[in-house]
């Protein structure tokens, strides 16, 4: 795990937008994985910018996303796939055929996720996944607790993980956001070929801690990725505060990015 420590989100969403546009200029039929959330809004229009100025281009490129509220229209405008529409799809040149995310209206939610995992499989597997982190570590929806080895499936949100989508999403009406979801699991994430997380700002000190220096547990699902033989965490400063060797993985880290 190499971890990339900035003084900014901004700074850090630049770099993680960076390594996105050298794997699809790579690569130009790569397959990405995507989150959703405030985390990668400013990585995201980093990417429409890129495009605009016609510095890469994702044509080509197919993508699935980590997550679904299970009970929303992909047209609600709290839903993912409306997320993604309105923060990244819309500034890019992807054919939106090729962009995938789980159907939140399934009526069969179980075989909805096995396909998705098919699905996945079958386009080679994910090149390159984006992450963030929840403040209790959990990456996608897969809450403390969840098995490392989980795959795609029905997932019950814990208080917490309502409590903050419900000021992201839904004006802080925790009464609105859906208890259930449709998740990538920890196993299927970590089968990607690369990740990069983000993090960034206090809220998320101690869940980076938990993640890069703690032990490797069901209870930080994050902590996976320090099994992975090449996972990128970027974040500012004030993420990365609590880390006991941040000094030495800042170093590290711009040795190998050259910065």
């Keep these: 795990m190499e971890i990339v420590i900035c003084k900014t989100r901004e700074e850090a969403s630049k770099l993680a937008a960076k390594a996105i546009i050298d794997q699809v200029k790579a690569k130009p039929k790569s397959v990405l994985g995507l989150a959703t959330g405030s985390t990668p809004v400013l990585m995201y229009k980093e990417l ?59 009526k069969d939610p179980v075989k909805e996720c096995k396909a998705y995992e098919a699905a996945i499989k079958r386009a080679g597997g994910i090149d390159l996944q984006v992450l963030g982190i929840g403040s209790d570590g959990h990456i ?23 409590k903050d989508n419900a000021r992201l999403f839904f004006k802080g009406k925790m009464d609105e956001v859906p208890t259930r979801a449709l998740s990538m699991g920890v196993g299927t994430i970590c089968e990607a070929k690369k990740i990069i997380l983000l993090a960034f700002g206090e809220g998320k000190q101690d869940a980076v801690k938990g993640m890069v220096e703690g032990g490797v547990s069901q209870f930080c699902t994050a902590s996976a990725l320090q099994m992975h033989p090449d996972a990128w965490v970027y974040c500012d400063e004030a993420a990365a505060k609590k880390l006991k060797l941040k000094y030495y993985y800042a170093w590290r880290s711009a040795t190998k990015l050259g910065l």
């Excluded at 699935?64 to 819309?90: C, I, V």
């Excluded at 897969?142 to 997932?155: F, H």
């Design 48 to 106: 429409g910018k890129a495009v605009k100025a016609k510095k890469v281009s994702f044509r080509e490129v197919k993508s699935w996303n980590l997550d679904e509220y299970y009970g929303l229209a992909p047209t609600h405008d709290q839903s993912y796939r409306y997320f993604m529409n309105e923060n990244l799809f819309k500034f890019i040149d992807i054919n939106i055929k090729n962009t995938h995310v789980l159907n939140g209206l399934a």
């Design 140 to 162: 996608a929806f897969n809450e403390p607790g969840t098995s490392l080895a989980s795959r795609t499936s029905v997932v019950y949100l814990t208080p917490s993980t309502i």
